[in-house]
């Protein structure tokens, strides 16, 4: 059996498959933080966001706004190249760096999506595709998130369709569903649509955290994290909504509340600097959850170890 995510170390977690790291976040009760970053601007001089992130206690980084076939990733490699480098070992360079699970967004975009707003439109290596889940595999990703930043025309039935292309080419974890609307009319979250996405073959169902999204309330998180967990699956809760820039005392309440409806993981996103949640918010997400002793591990364990 593996070791529980909170008390693994570097050379343990990235030795793990898709399936021993699930049964890792599994057996860490609730207490796993991921932080998601955006890749195409350093968080400070000379750093990648996923390492502020990392020095601050996540324990899985979620790359953001990162085209896989083109996949760049500012303050990855010496300041002084002036061209990025294109030789397919940014992502293991990056795992080196953090000692920590690595994975992406890829949007399935619907072009047919009933919109309520403008839409936004994103490459082709922004979304989620046979040849960018390939690709996803062959850069050596540990997870992939299939979910819809704000009016790019993200669709339940696209992310379905999707997580069972995944399954087929990619071998990490899956994790699927939608933070906020994307820009379409249609519920954000359903037990229709995460029993799709269960059938499909996800390994994590993405739910907005509870005190996100309007009107979805603690018994609807609940339902969702039972129908998961009946079927094998995980449950990640996301501050996607820029409130991962509200504040520790906010960060701590939502915690506690999506600790108690019962979600494997909690996520906490990158709109408030526009680029990673401020670090002391990352910090206050992982004390709350699993307590300062455990905190504190996570933030001083070498990537040596």
Known sequence: MVKRLISTTSSEVLAMTGAELKQSIKASEG?????????????????????VAAAFGADL???????????????????????????????RRLQHLVGRPIGVNLEPVDPNADMDSERRVISAGHQASETTLKEVERLGFNFVCLTGNPGTGVTNAAIA??????KRVFHGLIIAGKMHAAGVNEPVVSEEATQAFLDAGADVILVPAVGTVPGL??????????????????????????????????IENIAIRNKIDGVDIQHVGDAAWH??????????LSRAIRGESHAIARMASSINR
């Open 61 to 91: 980084i979620l790359l953001n706004d990162l085209d896989v076939l083109n996949p760049v990733i500012m303050g990855l490699y010496d300041e002084n190249e002036t061209e990025p480098r294109h030789d397919g070992e940014s992502i």
């Open 161 to 166: 369709a999707n997580i069972a292309i995944a």
């Open 217 to 250: 309330d603690d018994d609807e998180i609940k339902a969702i994290v039972k129908l998961a967990h009946s079927q094998g699956a995980l449950v990640m809760s996301t501050i996607g909504t820029s409130q991962e820039g509200s504040g520790a005392r906010y």
């Open 31 to 51: 207490r796993v933080v991921l932080s998601e970053n955006v890749v195409v601007e350093p968080g400070i001089e000379g750093l990648t966001t996923s390492e």
């Open 275 to 284: 680029i990673q949640s401020p670090f002391e918010n990352i910090y206050a």
